[in-house]
Nanobody, 128 residues
């Protein structure tokens, strides 16, 4: 089993920056990709970014590319999401998730049913 704990959310003004962290623990041998998702009120959960743990390949969703960066610190078993130039439409609950599927397996990385462990989420609120 994998436990995930997100932190780093809060309120920020438009144009500002935040860095979210996701600390992973437990049996991480089965983890082959880690991702950030977000869900705004009244909207479906959507994939923001993914990193494949073997090799570090990254995919970023179009609507945040150039503003958000996903990274990992293997020594600390921690996943990060660095968010710059934040917009009010980035306001959402942000979740990290892990999957046993590596790159090229398990279907579209943006589908949430590809992931089997989830954190509790951290709220990000961007004001204009």
């Amino acid at each position: 089993r994998v436990q995930l704990v997100e932190s780093g959310g809060g309120s920020v003004q438009a144009g500002g920056s935040q860095r979210l962290s996701c600390a992973a623990s437990g049996d991480l041998r089965s983890v082959n990709s880690m991702a950030w998702f977000r869900q705004a009120p009244g909207k479906e959960r959507e994939g923001v970014a993914v990193i494949f743990t073997a090799g570090g390949t990254v995919f970023i969703n179009d609507y945040v590319r150039g503003r958000f960066t996903i990274s990992q610190d293997n020594a600390k078993n921690t996943l990060y999401l660095t968010m710059n130039s934040l917009k009010p439409e980035d306001t959402a609950m942000y979740y990290c998730a892990t999957s046993p599927w590596g790159r090229g397996f398990g279907g579209d990385w943006r589908r949430d049913n590809r992931y089997n462990y989830w954190g509790q989420g951290t709220q990000v609120t961007v004001s204009s």
